[in-house]
């Protein structure tokens, strides 16, 4: 094989459309489209749920609840999403990102409802 991956084997037409020969900037971008990345109105709960434990103020206890139930389900979702594109070797760092994130406040808002 030549350098950089453009070396073709005998016999075989240059690369087109329908190829197996892509140059693996090719396929990741590929992979990258097909990896999972969160909802727009997702991004703006999990926002907003962080304003709104930013901010100081008590919150409700059921307010806070409801954000539990809701970054709990996501929590589950992402963390399944996540194990099927591993196994697909899709690698999803900013899912991996969101994830971390969703934890994160997750983990702020239990506290919270212990104290409660």
């Known amino acids: 094989m030549g350098h950089g991956?453009?070396?073709?084997?005998?016999?075989?037409?240059?690369?087109?459309?329908?190829?197996?020969?892509?140059?693996?900037?090719?396929?990741?971008?590929?992979?990258?489209?097909?990896?999972?990345?969160?909802?727009?109105?997702?991004?703006?709960?999990?926002?907003?749920?962080?304003?709104?434990?930013?901010?100081?103020?008590?919150?409700p206890k059921k307010e806070l609840e409801d954000y539990q139930t809701y970054l709990e389900e996501l929590s589950y979702k992402l963390k399944e999403i996540l194990h099927d594109e591993q196994s697909e070797k899709i690698s999803n760092l900013k899912l991996e990102k969101d994830l971390r994130k969703v934890a994160q406040l997750l983990g702020q808002i239990t506290s919270v409802l212990e104290r409660h």
């Open 5 to 59: 991956g453009h070396h073709q084997p005998g016999g075989v037409k240059p690369a087109g459309h329908g190829s197996f020969f892509y140059p693996d900037e090719e396929i990741l971008k590929q992979l990258g489209n097909r990896a999972f990345s969160l909802k727009k109105h997702q991004k703006e709960n999990i926002e907003e749920i962080e304003k709104r434990l930013k901010s100081g103020q008590e919150l």
